[in-house]
Nanobody, 118 residues
Framework: VQLVESGGGLVQPGGSLRLSCAGSGRVFDYYNLAWYRQSPGSQRELVAEINTGVGSRQVKSYAESVKGRFTISREESNEIVSLQMNDLKPEDSAVYYC?????????WGQGTQVPVAS
């Protein structure tokens, strides 16, 4: 399983950014997909997660701090999971990591930096 993130970069407060994570190894067939973030001196935290369900069985969850601003989605055909981030705040600044998980198994991308500053 390989995960490769893209789309990070400097953004001003109030701005928007879309992160993408391309998976390989049939990640989408078996794994829940998530975005985590980690800022200096802090632990890695879960930002958003989407399960393997389709249609009405699809479940998305978000950290309280990003609810209403961030949206996670997955494109089955292209094996891409995205994180649309709107109304970004300085406290959203972090390295964002793509994650694929099932049971106790976790795979991680290399991370992409998102600094939010004027």
């Amino acid at each position: 399983v390989q995960l490769v993130e893209s789309g990070g970069g400097l953004v001003q407060p109030g701005g928007s950014l879309r992160l993408s994570c391309a998976g390989s190894g049939r990640v989408f067939d078996y794994y829940n997909l998530a975005w985590y973030r980690q800022s200096p001196g802090s632990q890695r935290e879960l930002v958003a997660e989407i399960n393997t369900g389709v249609g009405s069985r699809q479940v998305k969850s978000y950290a309280e701090s990003v609810k209403g601003r961030f949206t996670i989605s997955r494109e089955e055909s292209n094996e891409i999971v995205s994180l649309q981030m709107n109304d970004l705040k300085p406290e959203d600044s972090a390295v964002y990591y793509c994650n694929a998980n099932v049971d106790e198994i976790n795979y991680w991308g290399q991370g992409t930096q998102v600094p939010v500053a004027s």
